[in-house]
């Protein structure tokens, strides 16, 4: 793939994008998954064959206020695989979730299925399917679900913006790499990409004034790629993570967005009029533009922090009262699986497992078995302390309910869906049981959820 505009090397030219649509969706919208054929690559390369809700890449943002309902007909035209749409970060009924063969019959090829739930918080979320997920995921099947506050809550800013951060595998003739199975992504880091995009485009890119406010909510729809994020000539605050806001916006130097989570970000541009504000990846071989912003004049004055985003009706903890439900996360390459796992309710040594395809286990079991990880009580407190004992990082997800950390001296970390854990770390999350039903709770990196690390927790 061509070279990245890296940040040191100074801004090259590119074309300055419109801003979004912000009109709020109608009350029944139709997304159908379809093979399209779109210009993922940059200019002179091919078109990409990829895999997407109405032709888009992304898909489309999905608006709604907070209190409204969604209604969203998923029409399954792919070719020859079943799908469904998992509302990320969305607190909604289990029958909603988009699990197949958890929470719904999968939707077959040429089938169709209604989603309605309200919107009972406001955020930044995510649709994406949940059957096949690597592959699926990886050719181009995501969207965001922003849920805004109702009017005279929002804060007060020049602009609200979604940038989603996503990588492809694709080859020099910018074809997607089909090889979603292979059993060193699964076994190591994930399917990383080769090619990054914001919004699908090699680098998001528009003018805005000098003292600017924008409201800016990042989201990771990549497979396994965990971003780190550093920011020129601006003023950032996280005001959000995974959808829920902040006691307190913080300003922030950094953020790290692993796969799947989201940060809402208010930004004041500080750059000088004829200069360029940024917000740049920071990777292994350097540190590369993602999106910039070519500040004009004259500019507004410099403004006082940000306030918090109004809160979500989040339930209250009871850590005290809480039961503890440890999980032990194993395996992948360098450490495997010595002690072998269950696997289907069969025991089995590491090489009978790496020839299944499984290279993980939570306590002891890779992939689902029969009974739940955890079996709660409406309005019980779960606490579950989380050990990596793998050499690599992991996104752990918790469908249906939000989670929050609980540190070693009992201080509680914000309210969240995903957690990253790295290698050999040790971090300990709690959430209120507080919705009835069967909730997934797996590695957002899909190639180790296929390969072991998913599970369940049942909730009655
Ligand atoms: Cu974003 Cu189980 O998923
Ligand atoms: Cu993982």
């Known amino acids: 793939m061509p070279n990245r505009r890296e940040v040191i090397a100074g801004a090259a030219a ?68 079943e799908s469904t749409i998992h509302w990320h970060g969305v607190r909604l009924p289990n029958e909603m979730d988009g699990v197949p063969g958890l929470t719904q019959a999968p939707v077959r090829p040429g089938e169709a299925f209604e989603y309605r739930f309200a919107l009972r918080d406001a955020g930044t979320f995510w649709y994406h399917p949940h059957a096949h997920s690597v592959e699926q995921i990886s050719r181009g099947l995501a969207g965001v679900l922003v849920v805004e506050e109702p009017e005279g809550a929002r804060p007060d800013v020049d602009a609200d913006e979604v940038l989603v951060l996503d990588d492809w595998r694709m080859a020099s003739d910018a074809v997607i790499r089909d090889d979603f199975g292979a059993w060193h992504d699964m076994s190591h880091a994930g399917r990383l990409g080769n090619y990054v995009t914001v919004n699908a485009q090699p680098e998001y890119r528009r003018k805005a004034a000098k003292g600017a406010r924008l409201r800016l ?39 790290v967005i692993a796969p799947a989570q989201r940060a809402d970000l208010l930004v004041d541009l500080l750059a000088e009029p004829g200069e360029e504000a940024l917000i740049a990846s920071v990777e292994r071989d350097g540190t590369y533009a993602l999106a910039g912003f070519d500040v004009t004049g004259p500019g507004g004055a410099a403004r006082a922090a940000p306030a918090a985003l109004p809160p979500n009706d989040m339930p209250v903890l009871d850590l005290e009262g809480a039961r503890a439900v ?17 696997w289907r309710g069969n025991k089995m040594e590491m090489r009978a497992l790496a020839e299944a395809g499984q290279f993980w286990a939570f306590n002891g079991m890779a992939g689902m078995g029969e009974a739940p990880l955890v079996d709660a009580f409406l309005g019980e407190t779960i606490r579950i302390p989380m050990t990596n004992r793998t050499a690599f990082s992991h996104a752990m997800h918790l469908h249906g309910m939000h989670f929050r950390e609980v540190s070693g001296d009992g201080t509680l970390g914000p309210w969240r869906d995903t957690i990253l854990m790295a290698p050999n770390e040790a971090r300990e999350i709690a959430f209120v049981a507080e919705a009835p039903g069967d909730w997934m709770f797996h590695c957002h990196m899909p190639s180790h959820q296929m390969s072991g690390m998913m599970n369940w927790i049942r909730v009655v």
């Open 14 to 81: 590119l074309p300055v994008l419109g801003l979004g649509s912000h009109a709020a969706a109608a009350a029944s919208t139709v997304l159908r998954a379809a093979p399209a054929r779109v210009q993922l690559a940059p200019d002179g390369y091919p078109e990409t064959e990829v895999w997407a809700y109405n032709g888009r890449l992304p898909g489309q943002t999905l608006r709604h206020v907070q209190g409204q309902g969604l209604e969203v007909r998923l029409e399954n035209a792919l070719v020859e695989q």
């Open 326 to 342: 440890p999980l032990v996360m194993d395996g992948g390459a360098m450490r495997g699986l010595p002690e072998g796992a269950v």
């Open 217 to 255: 909510r990042l989201v990771n729809t990549a497979t396994a790629r965990i971003f780190t994020l550093r920011f020129r000539g601006m003023r950032v605050w996280l005001a959000a993570l995974d959808g829920m806001p902040l006691e307190v916006p913080g300003e922030i130097e950094e953020v």
